[in-house]
């Protein structure tokens, strides 16, 4: 084989290379976009007409560790997940997965008993992961009842089991 043959074959087994591992690289990166976007887009709006914060898995460890003075509202039903599982320290009050334009009166009334006169205290909820809106609900209405430091968190008993950490079990 010639010198110029041998160049010519060695970049087409180079280009062949990198157009396969390329071509492969952009078809993983578009996978499912729209789907991620549709989700991150429905959340953001969430909390955009919630008016609450949000926080993250490693954030929420770190106040417990810490001690901060929180309330912690699992907002999945009892028997069917919170018993079985939840953060240590949560403690349930159920809500719906629709979002909820209106509460009755007993429901308010119990839920302002629970979350406690101190306006200011922080409350965190989640309920079982991202997609779930319970916790939007639980949040929303927190705000709603004038509750002003109140943060969803989004990963949900999901991502906390996800991540390792300790699970409360009965209760």
């Not at 789907?35 to 955009?48: C, L």
Request: net charge positive; hydrophobic share 35%; with cysteine.
């Amino acid at each position: 084989m010639t010198r110029s043959l041998k160049s010519v074959c060695t970049i087409l087994v180079t280009l062949i290379f990198v157009l396969v591992f390329v071509g492969s690289s952009f078809a993983l990166w578009g996978t499912k976009e729209l789907e991620y976007e549709k989700i991150a887009v429905k959340f953001a709006r969430e909390v955009e007409r919630g008016g609450y914060k949000i926080l993250s898995t490693e954030e929420l460890k770190q106040w417990i560790d810490q001690k901060k003075d929180m309330l912690i509202v699992d907002t999945m039903p009892y028997e069917d997940s919170y018993k079985k599982q939840h953060i240590p320290g949560a403690v349930q009050f159920e809500f719906p997965i629709p979002e909820l334009t209106s509460l009755d009166d007993k429901t308010k009334e119990a839920y302002e008993k629970l979350l406690g006169n101190d306006k200011n205290r922080t409350i965190v909820i989640y309920c079982g992961f991202v997609k779930c809106t319970r916790s939007h609900n639980g949040a929303m209405w927190a705000v709603k009842l004038g509750y002003k430091n109140v943060y969803r968190y989004p990963g949900g008993i999901k991502a906390w089991k996800e991540a390792g950490y300790t699970m409360g079990k009965g209760e």
